[in-house]
């Protein structure tokens, strides 16, 4: 363990430097907060730890005597320089980002939810924590969404993200070879669709959700190969996202 006391030191200039998605790209890192996601990732998940900084206070809740990570022991005030919240826990984590092969997923899948320009931190977390719970086999993203590893989306997805195969940037060419694999495109829209409990899941399915502002992208509508809808008030324009992302979820996997 190591003692870091200064803001100008390198590892805590790295740490912040996470909060901006070029950095976490080019270095394939992104930042955990909190006991317990730290907790599931030493215990359940395979994402590598780096580096972890750990409030003096703080230290005696844990046993880093296994962990091949650099741990740094820092005060109450750099915590809350390099924390994302307002009230830190007291520990903070640097994981390396998993390495997943998409060419698995396509021939292993059977289950597949595509966000698409879902730009909104919470919702896109939601819709990971979701995903994660209902065991999707892989969660897409195309390049209209917010970063999966941006720090407010990690924390929304409640450990979600330590426990499901992600892929952003994904592009229409890359549904298209699923399509090709044999996978139903399947978008969720209000025009033109059937209710979500009359469609097969059984098939190998990818579930389009669009963003509730503005639906689905018609580039990607056009590929859909069905359409489902869930029966809510007609007084009421749409659901949140996440909200309906886990209703088909809960019928997909019954």
Known sequence: MKVISSRDNQH????????????RDDTKLYV?????????????????????FVVETEVAKY???????????????????????????????????????????????KLLVLLDN???????GTIIRTSAAFDV????LNKGCVDPYNHKVVRATMGGILHLPIFANITISDILD?????????????DNAINYYEYDFTSPTI????????????ELLNKCDKLVKIPINPAM??????????IILSEARK
């Open 118 to 124: 879902i730009a909104d931190p919470g919702n896109v």
């Open 207 to 218: 579930l389009v959700i669009g963003s509730e502002a503005f639906g689905i992208s018609l």
């Open 137 to 140: 086999d892989g969660l897409f």
């Open 178 to 190: 699923f399509k090709n694999a044999g996978y139903m495109l399947v978008g969720t829209s209000l």
């Open 63 to 109: 046993n880093f005597t296994s962990l091949s990570a650099d741990i740094f022991i820092i005060n109450d005030k750099l915590m809350q320089e390099i924390s994302d919240t307002t009230s830190p826990s007291g520990i903070l984590a640097i994981l390396e980002k998993p390495i997943w092969d998409i060419e698995t997923v396509k021939q292993e899948g």
């Open 237 to 246: 324009d749409s659901l949140n996202a996440g909200v309906a992302c886990g």
């Open 12 to 23: 805590i200039k790295n740490c912040l430097k996470l909060k901006q998605k070029k950095y």
């Open 32 to 52: 955990v907060e909190g006991q317990r996601i730290y907790d599931e990732v030493t215990t359940y998940s395979s994402h590598s730890i780096k580096q972890v």
